[in-house]
């Protein structure tokens, strides 16, 4: 197993049974090799951070770009909408799935800088150019005034009005699986879509 985290976070110096090898602590953009076919990039996300009362905003919060040889995924992870979506569009401009949050976000005025809306979440697919993607960070508790079934709902009604294109945008349940099928155009290589 290997544990991912951002740099300072102290992964390594509070996981003393953990060989430090298992531990690769990233910064925005940098990236790890896995396995020889495997890379993940720690890509920008815009949330707050703490561990405790006095250090407020003092790490970074991250998502992740998993690549193969064959696939590009972006993994979002907890975040609101900003600049990093168009960074992250421009520098892997080939994203087979991205993994994107539509819940948390109400109140706007408090959420929203951390949490997408259905409707963002939409635009940050269209943004990104991926083929398909997930929404996720709904549904399973109460986290914030749009309860459970608001982001689904919400995200079905964005869904009604918006042309994807050839794209796909699905809100899967609860172990729901789904079949992505494999690029039809020919394997790309790491180097042309790797972060700086």
Known sequence: ?????????????????????SVVELDWWQETMVRGDLWITAVPAQHFSGRGLLDRDRRLW??????T????????????????????????????????????YRPQWFMGEMHMSPQEAV??????GAR????????????????QDEPL????EVLQRTNLGRTKLWALGFGEACDVAPRSEGV?????????
């Open 188 to 196: 790309r290589q790491h180097e042309e879509i790797a972060g700086d």
């Open 62 to 67: 991250c998502g992740f770009i998993v690549q």
């Open 123 to 128: 635009a940050a697919h269209l943004e990104l």
């Open 153 to 156: 709902e919400a995200l079905h």
């Open 69 to 104: 040889e064959g696939a590009c995924i972006y993994f979002a992870g907890d975040t609101g909408v900003g600049p990093h979506i168009a960074a992250i569009a421009q520098k892997f401009p080939q994203i087979d799935v991205a993994i994107l949050p539509i819940g948390a």
């Open 132 to 147: 398909v993607s997930f929404a996720s960070h709904f549904g399973t508790f109460d986290l914030a005034d749009d309860g």
């Open 1 to 21: 197993m290997i544990l991912m985290s951002m740099p300072d976070c102290g992964m390594q110096a509070s996981s003393p049974g953990m060989a430090s090898r």
